[in-house]
């Protein structure tokens, strides 16, 4: 298998690809290619012609959740390639699509800038993806099989408490209320290497260490890495250096830090834990 990082916030060394706050990873596989995720505007289309990625061979679209800087590319994609991939996502997902997050001045993030609630939800609906005749699956199950080197993971268990919830994700149930956002729809995917599954994470809000051993218990598979983003951006240095620690003891060989996962958090890893590396715009790996 081949995965090529095809947008993220880091720049390309070469500084010849877009980055932006987003991400979008592309799947080549024995038995098909697959896409997860679609960054936040659609440059990820421009950066895959430039990687030799043709787009137009992607059987299967796989969203992580409904928010915009992982849906953002969607209709681009769609509008600009005569496809219809099979798409998806987690069962919840259009449920849980009006998303917002709150800020009270005190954190700037790529996502909310100012006071108050930020709209961080998607740009389409079910109706939009119907009327293009594509199918949609919606994942219950635990564990999806896409193909003998893909799955697909949710209903994510709450393992560790020092994962706690976001308060700050919210979402709108009626007129100017909120709740906390559950991330009960967020999907992640496990490739199936020699050596073990290689998980990626989109922003891992359900916690990516919850993640990585419930796809650990639900697949029986050793975990070889982790890449994608693990949103400790917002994270304190209690519970990064409690995630460095603890990834060390996992024996993970392959970290691959993106996205979401914040400069001070890239940082502590990259002092603890030896395998870690920024899968930046452009990167790719074979496995």
């Not at 496809?83 to 700037?108: A, M």
């Not at 496990?190 to 796809?215: Q, R």
């Amino acid at each position: 298998m081949k995965i090529t990082t095809l947008i993220e916030n880091s720049q390309d060394e070469n500084k010849l690809l877009k980055n932006e706050h987003g991400l979008s990873i592309f799947i080549e596989s024995s038995y098909g290619n697959i896409l997860f995720d679609t960054g936040k505007s659609g440059d990820f289309v421009e950066n895959a012609k430039k990687l030799n990625v043709d787009l137009k061979t992607i059987s299967t679209l796989v969203l992580s959740h409904s928010h915009y800087d992982h849906c953002g590319g969607v209709r681009r994609l769609l509008e600009t390639y005569d496809i219809k991939p099979k798409i998806v996502v987690g069962d919840k997902f259009f449920k849980n699509s009006d998303r917002y997050h709150y800020s009270d001045g005190n954190l700037k993030t790529d996502f909310s800038k100012e006071v108050g609630y930020s709209y961080v939800g998607i740009d389409f609906n079910e109706a939009y993806l119907k009327e293009k005749n594509i199918d949609i699956k919606y994942v219950k199950e635990n564990m999806y099989k896409i193909n003998d080197e893909v799955f697909v993971f949710t209903n994510f268990k709450k393992l560790h408490d020092f994962e706690k919830e976001n308060k700050n994700m919210q979402i709108k149930i009626g007129q100017d209320k909120y709740i906390t956002d559950p991330f009960d729809d967020e999907v992640s995917i496990g490739l199936k290497t020699k050596e073990g599954l290689v998980i990626l994470l989109g922003c891992a809000h359900p916690g990516f260490l919850n993640i990585i051993d419930t796809i650990k218990e639900y697949s029986g598979e050793k975990i070889l890495g982790v890449i994608g983003g693990t949103h400790l951006v917002e994270g304190d240095d209690e519970r990064i250096n409690m995630s460095a620690d603890y990834l060390n003891k996992l024996g993970i060989k392959i970290l691959g830090l993106s996205h979401c996962t914040g400069e001070k958090a890239t940082s502590i890893f990259n002092e603890k834990c030896k395998e870690t590396f920024t899968n930046r715009t452009g990167t790719t790996l074979e496995f």
